[in-house]
């Protein structure tokens, strides 16, 4: 098992930036960011191996960036020029599984709770 902790989440105007946080109580080979916005599925942001090669999807990309530190087990995420449209509720996932590291839910087999993002125009 492996339990992750997002933070960081907060409001945030249109064109500013914040930085969300996800501990975990185990390295995986993989870890991932998702979104999700009520009455949508869940969307990849963000796939991250274990050496740092990082997958994002199109709507962010140029615009966040991820990283991990394994030696404390932390992923992160860097939400720079947001736009109205990043509202959204963020989770950090991981995987011991499928070691594929994309945007694909069906790739992580663990959830954070989640952390909300409201961005402002």
């Known amino acids: 098992q492996v339990q992750l902790v997002e933070s960081g989440g907060g409001s945030v105007q249109a064109g500013g930036s914040l930085t969300l946080s996800c501990v975990a109580s185990?390295?995986?080979?993989?870890v991932g960011w998702f979104r999700q916005v009520p009455g949508k599925e869940r969307e990849g942001v963000a796939g991250i191996r274990y050496d740092g090669f990082i997958r994002f999807s199109e709507s962010v990309k140029g615009r966040f960036t991820a990283s991990r530190d394994n030696a404390n087990k932390t992923l992160y995420l860097q939400l720079n020029n947001v736009e109205p449209e990043d509202t959204a509720m963020y989770y950090c996932?991981?995987?011991?599984?499928?070691?594929?590291?994309?945007?694909?839910?069906?790739?992580?087999?663990?959830w954070g709770q989640g952390t909300q993002v409201t961005v402002s125009s």
């Open positions: 185990k390295y995986t080979y993989c």
């Open positions: 996932a991981a995987d011991d599984q499928v070691f594929s590291c994309g945007l694909a839910i069906s790739e992580y087999n663990y």
